[in-house]
C-alpha cells in the first residue's frame, strides 16, 4: 500500500515538473480553453440567390489567442461535421469585438437550396470546441425578391421657386430580400432616358423605414428653379431592376 502511494505521488511530481519546466500550469491550461457562443437551436432562413452571414462567438483570454485557428463545418448524414473549404460561394470573416471576445461569419453568396444544412464553428487549439448546431434554411423563391415600388400613376408635385419639396418613392420587399439593394432617382430627359441625378447641396435623398417590409425614399430639392421642372423616377437595382413611374415637379 505504501509503495502504490509513493508511486502516485512519484507521478503528480514528475508531471509538476513537467509543467513548470514548459512554462505551463493547470491554471493557465484551463483558463485558455475557449469558449463558442451559439445559442442552441439556432435557426437562419434566406431565400435562394441571397447572401447570408452566420455567426460564432469566440470568448479566450487575450493571450491565448497565438496558435488558435478556427474552423466551419457542415454536419452530413452520418453525423460527421465535414471543413468547408473557401471559393466564391462561401467565405469567412472575422470581427474583433474586446481582446477576449472576436466574432467569426460564415458568409454565403447567391445561397441555393443545397446549402440548407446544420452547421458547427470549430476551434482548434490546446484543446478542441466546437459549437452547438446553427440550422441554415433556404427556402422561398427568387420571385419573391423583387421588389415593389408604390407611386400613384400621373403623380404631380407643384412648387414655388426658391422653396424646399420632398417627392417620395415607397419599396416593398420581404425583409430579408433587403440585402444587396440599391435605391437611385433618376430624370426624364427630351430622348426619354432617365439620367441618374447626383448628390449635391441642392438635391438629396431620405430614408424612412416604415416596417420591416417597407421603406420609403425622398428625393428633397432645395431652393427650387424652374430648371427642376420635369418628370423623375426611383429605381431599385437588385437581383432584378425595377423602376417606378413617372412623378411629374412642376415649379410655377
Known amino acids: ?25 493547470e491554471g493557465s491550461f ?15 432562413r434566406a431565400a435562394p440567390m441571397s447572401t447570408l452571414k452566420i455567426n460564432c462567438t ?13 474552423s466551419w463545418c457542415k454536419v452530413d448524414e452520418g453525423n460527421d461535421c465535414k471543413p468547408l473549404n473557401h471559393s466564391s460561394h462561401i467565405t469567412t470573416e472575422w470581427r474583433k469585438i474586446t481582446g477576449e ?15 440548407s444544412g446544420l452547421y458547427r464553428c470549430k476551434v482548434d487549439g490546446r484543446v478542441s470546441t466546437i459549437s452547438h448546431i446553427i440550422n441554415v434554411t433556404v427556402t422561398g423563391s ?12 400621373y403623380t404631380v408635385w407643384r412648387a414655388a421657386p426658391m422653396s424646399t419639396l420632398k417627392i417620395n418613392c415607397t419599396v416593398s420587399i420581404p425583409s430579408h430580400c433587403w440585402e444587396n439593394l440599391a435605391l437611385s432617382w433618376c430624370k426624364v430627359d427630351e430622348g426619354n432616358d432617365c439620367k441618374p441625378l447626383n448628390h449635391s447641396s441642392h438635391i ?25 421642372s420635369g418628370l423623375y423616377r426611383c429605381k431599385v437595382d437588385g437581383r432584378v431592376s425595377t423602376i417606378s413611374h413617372n412623378i411629374n415637379v412642376i415649379v410655377t
Open 58 to 70: 469566440v470568448s479566450i483570454p487575450s493571450h491565448c489567442w497565438e496558435n488558435l485557428a478556427l
Open 30 to 44: 484551463l483558463e485558455c480553453i475557449p469558449v463558442l457562443t451559439v445559442p442552441r437551436n439556432t435557426v437562419w
Open 1 to 25: 500500500m505504501t509503495s502504490c502511494v509513493s508511486k502516485v505521488i512519484s507521478n503528480l511530481i514528475v508531471m509538476h515538473v513537467l509543467l513548470v519546466s514548459s512554462g505551463v500550469t
Open 142 to 153: 427568387f420571385l419573391e425578391c423583387i421588389p415593389v415600388l408604390t407611386v400613384p400613376r
Open 101 to 115: 471576445y472576436k466574432t467569426s461569419f460564415l458568409v454565403f453568396r447567391n445561397l441555393s437550396k443545397a446549402d
Open 204 to 228: 438629396t435623398t431620405e430614408w424612412r423605414k416604415i416596417t420591416g417590409e417597407y421603406k420609403t425614399s425622398f428625393l428633397v430639392f432645395r431652393n427650387l428653379s424652374k430648371a427642376d
